[in-house]
Structures are given as C-alpha cells and as structure tokens.
C-alpha cells in the first residue's frame, strides 16, 4: 500500500458525493486517567483506509473538484527536543497522496467557506465523545446534534469499499494471523493446571508486543467460556478445565486478526469434552464448505445451527426433528451468539457505520434469541473476509432460566443437561476469504482438531 | 481499605462544602476504534478513592445533611447469561459503605431537584469528552460549558486529602513496586545487542500482566534515551547502546509506580557512560537526602541542578561557577525537565484537579527553561509521595539550537560536546515518602548503582 493505493480509494469515494465536500477526522489521543496520560494511540479506521497515516488529529478534506487537503498540527520549535527527529505534515502528505495541505487550526474557517458557498459536507459518525466536539467545531453547531447529521450516503460508498478487500489486504489479515499463530502455539505449549489465567494472557500480549504489535481487541483468556463477555483474568487453571483463548493480534498496517481455541487444559479432552467438540468442528467445517458468493452468511449460521442440533440429539441432550428444532430457535441454548462478523481494519469491520455493514438495505436483525445476535446475514461476495466462529456453551443461568419457563422442551433434554454442569464452553474460529467459486481459510498453523491440540498442548 | 475507609475519606471530603452537594462520577468505557471495541478500563482516580469501586457508569452524590446515594446501571436480564454471575449495585454499595442506592438514569432528576432548592453541586474538572456530555445531562446545561463550573472548593479539598498518604496507601504503592521490581529484574537479564526494544517491552508489560496489573503509564523503553517524549518502540539494541527504561505497573487497588533505570546493553559501562551514570546517581542521593517537611521541591530540585552543574564542571563539559550556571539556567541544556511529581492513585497523582498539587496559590510555574516544567514546587509534607528522577540527556536538536545562539556560552564548552553525539540520555528514578523528618526510598530490590547494574544486565 503505497500513496497511489490511498489516491485512489478516494477518487473511488468522491464519486459518491457529487457536488458535496468529505470530511474524515484522524482519533484523537484518548485520556486515561487525566488528560497527559492516554492510552495506547488507536488511529481511526476509516482514516487508516482513505489515509494511512498513524497520526492523531489530523483531518482530510476531499472537495468537490477534486482537490484534497491533509489537515495536521503545526510544529512547535521544541518538538525535537521532546519528540526527536520525526515525519511532518508534509511528509504525511507524501506518503498518502495529498497535494495540498493545511493546518488542522484553520480547517473550521475552510469548511465555513464551503457551507457557505452551499457545499455540503459529508461525515461519518462519531463512536468517541471527543469527536461529537471536533465536528461541531469545525460544523459550528452543537456537538449534541452532530450524529443526526452523519451521511448516509458516505456510509453507504465507505461500506461499498471496505468491504471488498484486495489482495494486499488480505496480505496485511494474514500478517497479522502470522503473529496470532505464533502467540497461540507459546500460549498452548504453556497451558497446564496451576497456571493462571493472567499469566497465560501475558504470554499472547507478550508475543505481540514483541513484534511491536496490538491486540486487536482485549483478550478472552478463560476456563469459564460459557460467560461470553469475560475479559477478567481471575482464575487459575484446573486439571479437567477447558481453556477458551480468543485474541487476535494487529498487523503492520493496523489491520485485525480474530482466532478462538479451546482446548483442555491437562492436555487430553475427556471423552465428555471430546464429543462437543467434535460437533463444534463440524459446525465450523460445515460452514466453511458451504461458504460462497452463493450463499447469505444467514444461510450458514443456520446450517451451523443445524449441525449443531444434530449433533446434539445424536448425543441425547437435544431430542425431536433437527430443522424444527432450529426454526424454533431451541438450539440457541448451547449456541446463542451468531456465526461472525465482518472483519479487515476492524476486528467488526466498519462496527462504527452501523447495520448497514451486515444487513442490505430493508432486510433487519431477526428477533429470535441467539439470531438476534447475527452481525452478518448479507450475501456473501467475493473479498469479504468474514469469521466463521461457531460455539457450544452450558451456561447454568441461562439452562435455569429456560427449564423453569419450560421452553423448548420437546427439543431440549434438559434432563441430561446435569452431567454438563460446570462443562464451561467451547468455541472455533476462524477468518474466512470468500472467493470468486467459495472460501479460503486465511492464515495457517494454529492447531485446530483434537489430535493437533494434544500434540501440543503443555509441551 | 475497606468500606470505613471510603466513608472516612468521603466524611472528612463533605466538611469543605458547607450546604453544598459532592457529584464523583466514574469513567465510561473508553471507545477504541468503534464503540464496543474498547480500551482495557480505567476508573476515575477521584471514584477510586472515595468509592473505591472498579466499576464503569457509576456515581456518587453526597448530600448536604450526610446522606449519600450510590448511583448505578439496572440489572438486564441477560446479564448473567453474558457477564456471568457479577457484584450487583447493592454489592458496591455495601462495599464502599453507602447507605442510599438508585438508578443511574434517575441521578438527572435527582440533581435537578436538589438544584430547585438551591443546593449547590460541586464537581471536578472533566478530562474525558465523554465526561462534559454526562454532566451536561446530570446538570441540564451545555456540554461546552461544564468546564466552567468545576469546584474550586471541591478541588482544594480533594487535593489536601489526596496528597498525604496513609500507611494502607503506602502498602499500596509498595505492591505495585513489588511488581516492577520483578519486571526490572527480568528485563535487564533480557537486555543483549540485537534484541529490539519491542521485544523487551513485551518483557515488561508479561510481568505486570502475568500479575493481572495494568501499566501506569505507557512504557518508555528506548536506546534513544534522549528523546522525553518516545513510546515508541522501533529500534534495535546495539552495542555500546544505553537502554534508558521508565514504566511502572499499579498495585491490586490501582495505586501508581513510576520507576527509571539506564544500564549499558552490552552489561558494561563505558568510563564515558560512566562519568555521566555517577552524576546522574549523585544528583538523585543529594535529592534525596534533602528530602524533608523542612524543604520545597523547588529546593531539591535546584540541588540536583547544582550537583549536575558541579559534576559537569568537573567533567569539562561546563565551566565557571556551577551556582551561577544553574541560577541562569545554563543547565537545563542537560537536565530540561522537572525533577518529579507527585504519585498515587495517578502516576502524576491528581493531574487532573491543575497546577494547585504542585504550586501553592499564589505561586506558579517559573518560565526559565527546564524549571518550567516542574511539576511539584510546593513545601514537602509527611505522607506525600513523590518521584525523585533527574537525568543528563545530551540533544543534538538542543545542543544544536543553543551553540547557534551562542546561549550560555560562559558556562557550556559546546567544543567538548562533540564526543557526546550519540550519547543518548541518563535518568534515574525511585519513589519517595516524605517522613516526619526525611524522606524513604519506597520499594527494593530494583539494580541501580554501576555496580548493581553490572552485575545483572544480560545475565
């Protein structure tokens, strides 16, 4: 990716917006705990895309005759005391392919000219706070009433393009996945009983920060699986447990990884532990076969759904017809999330545009426990890159809540369910390439089937 | 610290605001690159140390008559299914010793009654965007304008409060050295030529993280000593390199540690790394020896000017009397910053209540060059705790600007710095408590004098 590459996704873009300005603002430094001390720098993604540079508060303005203008601070006479020999906003521009440039200081004046002139300005939504101030700014109107007016059609064109990732797009994924699978081999050699969980989420962060790398989102280290939003460390590992890793590691390029393994801590699945999953597999397995531009990613959620129920009544824990079984939903007991998400710059690429990313236009989130969850139904084209992230779970409140209310019952075995208890979860997952005739698995070497994972596992 | 702990301090916090009302609100999740991808959280230091609850949306009002309602989110019914089973609101407040309980979406109405009776609300200064959105909304006003109507009472009571520590805080602030300790040792046994500073980094935050401990601060880990600001982690240690390390992990209860050490990467000092090693120690003993209720900051400070500006007399580097020098600032040339801060719950503890933590009213910072940014000047106290950390850095930028304005020229022999090029920079840096009658070093086991660094670098 060289400045020729980010010329032209945004001559791509302007085309969206004829006669109208883009605007599209760099992060901000983010403050932790007062203003000096922040957190590591997360650039913005869509600037990261149409710009490329790992920059805070900076701002690019694409107008409607096609001049472009990099907006970014201006040097202070003690910035190479402070800061050392470093790129400036010219250098910037160089290396992104912008003629022209300004300071970020009089970007509101420039914008002012525009509206006053009748151009209208197309932005993004804003996902930080200190965004909603930014753009009244530069807007001069109230930064409460900034998201109301985001650009659809800006959201739609972005959309469009990050969507459909080239090849040295895919290139940077599975840079990123290169890392991963070398932080998940340390992590599984290094599982045993008596470690802790923080411990063995140091090793992942370790390997990545060793490449000068970030995580693509805070870690899931956990033998309790089963509670999907954990990112606690507080456990320690246990003979018999099930450890859930889901982590992915940023590529050069700041583009995301996102890999789950569950595997057993003593280094031997329990022929309890080794039947689910062996269904687990086969849900992701199931899945990527099917997985083309034929097909809506809809259609594989339900298929894993579908594997799922069956491989649950041929275990006696599901019982009736396996299809109605999923049409009613009951399934979502063990699998209550969706299948995956969209993934590239993000790790939920483009989760800051909104439903649009996953869902065409007029088609919305189904309301049924477990699909509702389903953060792409959209079909599938050529260069998405998706993850396929099936799971089986025994979450004790949620088998509580359901056998109390009784629902489900003539699918769900409920009284088999006991022997499950304290079983925690299991999860696969993958990212995906769809490709011109079906789908390719990205990045390699990270073991996956029960006989890898015992080859490996605390050795 | 338990639950009298936080209803002492909050006690002894309401006698400041007579009729008033006390608003402490925790922090929001801090959005990374979308809104549910966010940074790992870090509470408010103020909710921190009047609560003490590590909990996101939450806030605490202190009514005029004594009565103090803890204010937080709503179970939803899924939240056990996703978060598993959790502290709930009455948990917290059992916890942290509030009587009163509501709703955080009810705290607006609550504020606007008390307003309706003419109960003042005091509050601290927001530095989080998010912030000047909450109080607008809790205060019925413009999120532009919050800033404008901090406490100023509020704020001089919170500091007088926060800076003495008590013996619990102080335990505090040992564990956390107790874990950077671990990460020094390990990291010097790591450092050898061709590591990248990266990957001795990652050795660092393995420690703190192994340890389920955040960073206070973003590590500085860096062969270019020299640059201040430089968290930046690109190059690749060489021999005959300083590797200047600066980073500090929290304690269990999100207490700060802020500790520097520079060591040769070949495990050897140069009689030229040396020489500069030996004044940069001699600057901090003489600081800290100094240290007691009888003195200011400002004092030590300028002792560990005169121990540089004597030592580098000696050296040949300076000239002419060495109290001169540093009365004109001729120094700072080598030693541009402050000689430290104070430290707590924030690594430059309470930074975000302004320049009353370091500066008495009336006072304010000097503009002289290196002075300007100290940022403690004020009399030292029993209980405070802060950072003693000089350096000598030698800064071709720097060195560069002032030959060319023949700046100093009477004290500083800019022929001789020649053979610094490339030299990088020294600082040293421990914790320190002022005592009844002096100072202690706080924290042990952390290699400084040559001797100690030699003997452990790279084995």
């Not at 906003?89 to 022209?100: I, R, W």
Request: proline share 4%; aromatic share 8%; with cysteine.
């Amino acid at each position: 990716m060289n400045f020729q590459t980010y010329q032209a996704r945004r001559q791509e873009l302007r085309k969206a917006v004829h006669g109208g300005a883009i605007l599209i603002l760099a992060n901000a430094e983010a403050p932790k705990n007062y203003a000096d001390n922040v957190y590591p720098f997360r650039q913005d993604s869509n600037f990261l895309y149409y710009v490329g540079v790992n920059e805070a508060d900076m701002a690019a303005l694409l107008l409607p005759g096609g001049e472009e203008i990099l907006f970014g601070r201006e040097e202070h006479p003690d910035d190479l005391v402070w800061h050392g020999p470093h790129a400036v906003l010219s250098d910037h521009a160089s290396a992104s392919g912008f003629a022209g440039t300004g300071l970020r200081k009089t970007l509101a004046g420039v914008v002012s000219d525009l509206c006053a002139r009748g151009v209208e300005i197309h932005y993004l939504p804003p996902y930080r706070a200190e965004r909603r101030f930014e753009l009244a700014e530069i807007l001069e109107t109230d930064p409460r009433t900034v998201d109301g007016g985001v650009s659809q059609i800006l959201i739609k064109a972005v959309i469009a393009q990050r969507s459909i990732k080239t090849d040295a797009e895919i290139a940077e994924i599975e840079g990123a996945l290169a890392v991963t699978a070398e932080a998940y081999r340390e992590i599984m050699a290094a599982t045993r009983p008596g470690r802790t969980e923080a411990e063995l989420a140091a090793v992942l962060q370790r390997v990545a920060l060793a490449h000068d790398r970030q995580q693509s989102f805070n870690p899931i280290v956990s033998v309790r699986g089963e509670v999907l939003h954990n990112t606690s460390y507080a456990n320690t590992l246990a003979e018999g447990d099930l450890l859930l890793v889901d982590s992915g590691a940023d590529s050069a390029r700041w583009y995301a990884s996102d890999i789950t393994r569950t595997f057993p801590v003593s280094g031997t699945f329990t022929s309890q532990q080794r039947d689910i999953y062996e269904i687990v597999l086969a849900m992701q397995e199931a899945a990527i076969a099917a997985a083309s531009p034929e097909k809506t990613n809809r259609e594989l959620h339900g298929l894993a759904a579908l594997t799922a129920a069956r491989g649950l009544v041929d275990l006696g824990l599901m019982q009736g017809d396996p299809h109605a079984a999923v049409e009613a939903g009951a399934h979502a007991l063990f699998f209550p999330h969706g299948l995956g998400h969209m993934l590239g710059q993000d790790v939920h690429d483009m989760e800051d545009l909104g439903d649009l990313v996953g869902y065409d236009e007029g088609d919305s989130r189904s309301e049924q426990f477990g699909l509702a969850f389903l953060r792409l139904a959209k079909k599938l084209q050529p260069g998405f890159v998706i993850t396929i992230e099936p799971g089986i779970y025994f979450v004790p409140a949620l088998i509580d809540q359901w056998r109390t209310a009784d629902r489900h019952s003539e699918f769900i075995c409920y009284d088999r369910l006991h022997a499950y208890q304290g079983f925690g979860g299991i999860r696969i997952e993958d990212d995906v390439l769809i490709t011109a005739d079906g789908a390719r698995v990205l990045g390699s070497g990270i073991p996956k089937t029960v006989a890898e994972l015992e080859s490996v596992v605390g050795r």
